[in-house]
């Protein structure tokens, strides 16, 4: 079944999924922005679709709306909008639980939550991500799960706590991972080194706990407890005391992790 759909927001998540519903078919009938420039901007890529700053969308066709805005927006904005009768409204957060949906002016709530890091221009398989959905009644459990489905082939009902905490483990696999990388950046880039050393030795650590397991995977200085090393390390981050804090920390939890198997 193809939808028409309304898109409330401009952002990465925005971005990927307008173009994922659009290449399996839907329409996407309206994007909104409060600042009508990027509107217009997002809507360039779209051949029906009506960019808008107001969140009044009665004489809009669309059937399904998807709030992709940042957590902290959702509930000041879902209360302002303006639906068409019978429409669905949904969020796309990990970490917010449906309810925040509740002032909303329908009953057809839900949340449309895929799993994946998203940057503008940065094309992914959207077939491959998980999408999470979760709906206050039948009807818009039926309409997201359709909708799911043609653009994903890994669809599932997860409650809010479930995405509570599928989220949190995404920060830590994703995020701080990522965030572990720059690290690694900033310490070779002080000796005039290249990141790109370490490439060999991400590709295989990524492939490595996927087919493993991460536990399995481990290797390092902290899971042998090689402490003349880990001082080592830690003499060389003495100008540093953040860094080092975090290399403290980390290596301590491995030591801990690995003394009690």
Not at 29 to 50: E, M, P, Q, V
Not at 90 to 111: C, F, I, K, W
Not at 162 to 170: C, E, F, Q, V
Request: glycine share 6%; charged share 20%.
């Amino acid at each position: 079944m193809s939808y028409q759909i309304g898109i409330i927001g401009t952002g990465n998540v925005a971005w990927h999924l307008a173009r994922a519903f659009e290449n399996a078919g839907h329409v996407i009938t309206d994007i909104y922005n409060r600042d009508i420039s990027k509107s217009k901007n997002f809507a360039l890529d779209f051949f029906n679709a009506h960019p808008t700053n107001k969140l009044n969308f009665d004489n809009s066709s669309a059937q399904i709306f998807i709030l992709a805005v940042s957590d902290d927006a959702i509930v000041e904005i879902a209360p302002e909008i303006i639906l068409p009768e019978n429409a669905i409204l949904v969020h796309t957060s990990g970490s917010v639980a449906m309810s925040a949906l509740g002032y909303a002016r329908t009953e057809n709530q839900g949340v449309f939550y895929p799993l994946q890091t998203f940057s503008k221009g940065k094309a992914v398989d959207f077939s491959e991500i998980p999408i999470g959905i979760e709906a206050e009644n039948n009807m818009t459990e039926n309409a997201l799960n359709s909708l799911a489905k043609s653009v994903s082939n890994k669809v599932q009902l997860m409650d809010s706590r479930d995405r509570r905490t599928i989220h949190l483990a995404a920060v830590f696999a994703c995020n701080f991972t990522n965030h572990l990388f720059t690290i690694s950046k900033g310490i070779l880039e002080n000796r005039n080194l290249n990141f790109g050393l370490l490439e060999p030795l991400i590709i295989e650590t990524l492939s490595k706990s996927l087919e493993i397991g991460p536990n399995n995977a481990q290797t390092g200085p902290a899971k042998r407890g090689d402490f003349e090393t880990l001082d080592k390390h830690f003499q060389t981050l003495s100008s540093n005391p953040d860094i080092a804090e975090i290399y403290r920390s980390i290596s301590q939890n491995i030591i801990d992790f690995y003394a009690e198997e």
